[in-house]
């Protein structure tokens, strides 16, 4: 069975920087496109970036280009975000999903169960 | 990026069926085979139940349909269920080759 976990999360300043990781099992990593989304606190999903299952395509929300990059290691099963110059409004539980083929255009066939990034004072 | 608009909220009864609706532009529904359909239980991970429009992924109840006209796509549940109450998120890959998601539908079984 797939699985995605995140970790990385956690309580940062404002304009400091903050690395989420997702360990990717249960299928084959680069088989598929990755991306993160995000919930704030009493929000609805956003979707945060995207990548192809090459790293040849990569995809930002305007509210993070810039200052967010998407990466990926598919030797090792993994898909990091690298977030910096955070913003409170940045504070969300972010989720890893797959996407359904090697793109970034499908849907987002399987989630992890997210990992709280709190940006504050 | 502006979010695809669906309602606050909708509600019915067991055994009923309810649509909602997820309204964009021709740059996102409109003009996308790519909408997709989440159902999201508040503390769990959000799951797909519509993708490309009007697929549905094995193991979904054939209960769930998509459909789509002009720049409105929709989320048909028939024969609602208790466990079918949950947030509803549409969501659509766009003319810019980003994603963005509807504000979300409260479903209520009453």
């Known amino acids: 069975e797939e699985q995605l976990v995140e970790s990385g999360g956690g309580l940062v300043q404002p304009g400091r920087s903050l690395r989420l990781s997702c360990a990717a099992s249960?299928?084959?990593?680069?088989?598929?496109?990755m991306h993160w989304v995000r919930q704030a606190p009493g929000k609805g999903l956003e979707w945060v970036s995207g990548i192809s299952w090459n790293s040849g395509t990569t995809g930002y929300a305007d509210s993070v280009k810039g200052r967010f990059t998407i990466s990926r290691d598919n030797a090792k099963n993994s898909l990091f975000l690298q977030m910096n110059s955070l913003k409170t409004e940045d504070m969300a539980l972010y989720y890893c999903?797959?996407?359904?083929?090697?793109?970034?255009?499908?849907?987002?066939?399987?989630w992890g169960q997210g990992t709280l990034v709190t940006v504050s004072s | 990026q502006s979010a695809l608009t669906q309602p606050a909220s909708v509600s019915g009864s067991p055994g009923q069926s309810i649509t909602i609706s997820c309204t964009g532009t021709s740059s996102d529904v409109g003009g996308s085979n790519y909408v997709s359909w989440y159902q999201h239980h508040p503390g769990k991970a959000p799951k797909l139940m519509i993708y490309?429009?009007?697929k549905r992924p094995s193991g979904v109840s054939d209960r769930f349909s998509g459909s789509k006209s002009g720049n409105t796509a929709s989320l048909t549940i028939s024969g609602l269920q208790a466990e079918d109450e949950a947030d509803y998120y549409c969501?659509?890959?766009?003319?810019?080759?980003?994603?963005?998601f509807g504000g979300g539908t409260k479903l209520t079984v009453l």
């Open positions: 249960g299928f084959t990593f680069d088989d598929h496109g």
């Open positions: 490309d429009v009007t």
């Open positions: 969501s659509s890959y766009t003319s810019s080759s980003t994603w963005v």
């Open positions: 999903a797959r996407g359904r083929g090697d793109s970034i255009r499908r849907g987002f066939d399987s």
